[in-house]
């Protein structure tokens, strides 16, 4: 949550942790708490109030209710993400995709808030304002959410295309994916000089890159040669970088990004990239696991690209390379440029 918030552009001025057994129904930290971080907000002058969960739209609008005079915003972990996700988006399909993930994530909420108007309006016996509100509301959530849809389903098409148009000239497809920050779009700029962005946050790649690679015949490995490359021994590989994936990635913000991830879905072969200095390094790779699952990604053959190794004095490659052995694992510096001679020719045997 530190982290989100430092890449949104934030400043954190006070953390406040709650133990308890259940979340409170109404406010999701119950009434005490609420008071205590409301007081705690007033008197440190704070813009924006954000909860580390996915709360429920009348949780959200309850504590709305409580702060709304006071000037403080309130926002859940979505509310967040998707803040960043505006902040990153450059290109007209990423920016459909996020306003899709809002319209999921907001719709409830902005229910709610008709059904308050209904309940202040309405009598005994009598048609409230506000359920004609939720109404017009629904539907015209659900027209914009329909168009949407169909302007994305235009990209996702051209990129079926663009996939066929590979399938048939014979080309592999290699996905780079990784838990968000690993440095998947370094690996691309290393492996490829395509110039993608990189920064030192989260989620600075919305949108997916593909670029080409060819790794020349040095190896008994490496046979044959591709058309399209006059027929030199070696192999064409196509390498696509995507979105990152976190924690607790919201199913509505995978199902939001599922046409970019497209990519991942239909590769030959996935590229895992780790932060092999991150302290949670075993969490993560479990983390971007689950999502791939969740994409149905169970039987592609997948390469463990342990990244940032001049980040660490000592790396622990044996221990490393013991447990996860299934993987190939492959370790590099994309800053220094080591192990990447490596990582092709097992890219290469792998294809």
């Not at 702060?67 to 979505?78: F, N, Q, S």
């Not at 849809?149 to 592999?172: C, E, P, V």
Request: aromatic share 6%.
């Amino acid at each position: 949550m530190e982290s989100l918030t430092h890449t949104y552009g934030g400043m954190i001025v006070v953390k406040v942790i709650q133990k308890r057994v259940t979340p409170d129904y109404k406010t999701y930290i119950g009434s005490g708490k609420l008071e205590e971080v409301v007081e705690i907000a007033e008197a440190e002058k704070v813009d924006i109030i954000i909860i580390n969960n996915l709360l429920k739209p009348h949780q959200i609008f309850n504590i709305e209710r409580m702060v709304e005079r006071k000037g403080i915003k309130v926002w859940d972990r979505i509310d967040l993400i998707l803040k960043i996700f505006q902040k990153h988006a450059d290109t007209t399909e990423a920016k459909l995709q996020i306003r899709l993930a809002g319209i999921r994530h907001m719709g409830p909420r902005i229910y709610r808030m008709g059904l308050e108007l209904s309940q202040q309006a309405g009598g005994i016996g009598t048609r409230g304002s506000g359920e004609t509100n939720i109404e017009q509301m629904k539907r015209h959530l659900a027209d914009e959410e329909r168009a949407i849809k169909k302007q994305i389903s235009k990209y996702s098409n051209t990129r079926s295309l663009h996939r066929a148009r590979r399938d048939k000239m014979g080309f592999k497809t290699v996905s780079i994916v990784g838990y968000t920050n690993a440095g998947k779009s370094s690996l691309l700029n290393a492996l490829t000089k395509k110039g993608a962005y990189v920064a030192d946050e989260l989620f600075a790649t919305l949108d997916t890159r593909v670029a080409k690679l060819w790794i020349p015949q040095t190896s008994p490995l490496v046979k044959g040669g591709h058309p399209a490359d006059g027929g030199i021994g070696g192999l064409s590989v196509l390498l696509s970088d995507t979105i990152g994936f976190i924690q607790d990635l919201p199913p509505q913000l995978i199902q939001a990004f599922r046409s970019t991830l497209e990519e991942t879905v239909h590769a030959d072969l996935i590229l895992h990239v780790i932060d092999v200095s991150d302290p949670y390094m075993d969490e993560k790779i479990k983390e971007v696991e689950e999502v791939l699952a969740e994409l149905e990604v169970t039987d592609t053959k997948k390469i463990y690209v342990f990244n940032k190794i001049d980040n660490l004095k000592r790396v622990p490659k044996t221990a490393i390379k013991k447990k996860y052995k299934e993987f190939k694992p492959v370790f590099v510096s994309c800053k220094k440029g080591e192990g990447l001679e490596e990582l092709k020719m097992i890219i290469a045997s792998s294809l």
